[in-house]
């Protein structure tokens, strides 16, 4: 593992957890040359801006999930969701990871449909953990709400990410979920956190939600009382049969906005330019990383929905001179 140059350790320092709404609108609304100005250089302070992060994400557990997300095909309340399955196999779980790995991922993301793991559930997913680990990716679960006790049993399995996102403001969250509130999720990010895991926590733009309410979702990430080391920033799948099939679009020089602000409100965190990259344009992934996004997830599948095929990115990055985060043992997971 490398550790921080004191110029780093110096700007770590200055991270701040204590901004007001008002300071935030007036970011999120600068004139957007002023916007993207600043975000290049905050971001140029911490990381290398030719480099991307590259995660793979897979579905170890789909469909059949008890929340009533209103914008997830996986969820049972859904007239057409998508079929339930068990548990994936050990076996074809470590081949896709390989898969992940030889096409150039360094970390590996497992996602179930649980509203929450059953502690016998945690055996297999450890084990899964534990065999991904060992071929050299970094591993990231996102399985839904953990006690302190199953966190502790996943970082001892190896875990080094954990996603569990806010989705939204606060306000809004109401509208979008009912069946677990704001603060169980919160409860979950704390137990992952005091367990010593890497937090993943970002939201999704394009549910019908107001700038307040962006601005209210990246308030409360950034005041978290660490920073999540990834933030996603979702731009809404509208998949048919769910609730929000029919949602206005939003302007990408929104949506890039929302992917500024992250940069400048959370300097160390790797911004994550995560869902809805198959509607977007090689322009509109390339506003986006000039705003600070440095991490997509590369692989043709989400996690039920289409992402953009490999060679379509690896010619975005060829084009735009960058290149992925050349991977790194997965035994020194970092921010
Ligand atoms: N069940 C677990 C949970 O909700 O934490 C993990 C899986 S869940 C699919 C992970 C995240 O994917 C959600 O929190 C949401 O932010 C994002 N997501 C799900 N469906 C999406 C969609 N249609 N468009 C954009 N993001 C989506
Ligand atoms: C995140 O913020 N986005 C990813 C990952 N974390 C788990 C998931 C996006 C899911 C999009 C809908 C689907 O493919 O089912
Ligand atoms: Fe279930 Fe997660 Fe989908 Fe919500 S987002 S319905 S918790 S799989």
Redesign the pocket.
């Known amino acids: 593992m490398t550790s921080d140059s004191p110029s780093l350790v110096k700007l770590k320092d200055t991270l701040r957890h204590d901004w007001s709404r008002a300071e935030i609108n007036a970011i999120f609304t600068l004139p957007f040359p002023e916007l993207i100005f600043k975000a290049q250089q905050v971001h140029r302070q911490h990381f290398d801006p030719t480099k991307i992060q590259i995660s793979t ?1 897979l579905s170890i557990k789909t469909g059949g999930c008890p929340e009533d997300c209103a914008y997830c ?2 969820s049972a309340h859904h007239e057409k969701s998508v079929e339930r399955e068990n548990l994936m196999a050990l076996d074809k779980v470590i081949t896709e990871a390989k898969a992940a790995k030889k096409a150039g991922a360094e970390r590996f ?1 497992m ?1 179930a449909a649980w509203k929450a793991p059953k502690d016998r559930d945690l055996d297999p997913v450890c084990e899964m953990v534990r065999e991904v680990k060992a071929l050299g990716l970094e591993t990231c679960l ?1 399985i839904g709400m953990l006690t302190p006790t199953q966190s502790a049993r996943l970082k001892e399995a190896g875990l080094d990410y954990y ?1 569990h ?1 806010l989705d939204t403001s606060e306000e809004f969250y109401g509208s979008i979920i009912s069946t677990r509130t704001y603060q169980d999720r919160l409860d979950t990010l704390s137990n992952v956190r005091d367990a010593g895991i890497n937090v993943c926590c ?1 939201g999704i733009i394009g549910m019908g939600e107001n700038e307040e309410d962006r601005v209210g979702l990246l308030m409360t990430l950034a005041n978290l009382p660490k920073h999540p080391e990834s933030v ?1 920033i ?1 731009l809404l ?1 509208r998949v048919e049969g769910t609730p929000l099939q029919d949602a206005s679009s939003v302007d990408i020089i929104t949506f890039v906005r929302v992917i500024a602000t992250a940069r400048i409100l959370m300097p160390a965190s790797h911004v994550r330019l ?2 809805g990259r198959e509607t977007m344009s090689e322009a509109d992934h390339a506003l986006c990383f000039l705003a600070g996004a440095n991490s997509i ?1 590369w692989g043709e599948k ?4 289409p992402n953009p095929v490999k060679n379509k990115d690896q010619r975005l990055l060829d084009l735009l001179g960058m290149n992925p985060v050349e991977p790194s043992c997965a035994s020194s997971a970092h921010a």
């Open positions: 994400l095909p996986q993301c996602g996102t996603n996102n970002g996603p979702n799948v995560a869902a997830f989400l996690l039920t929905t």
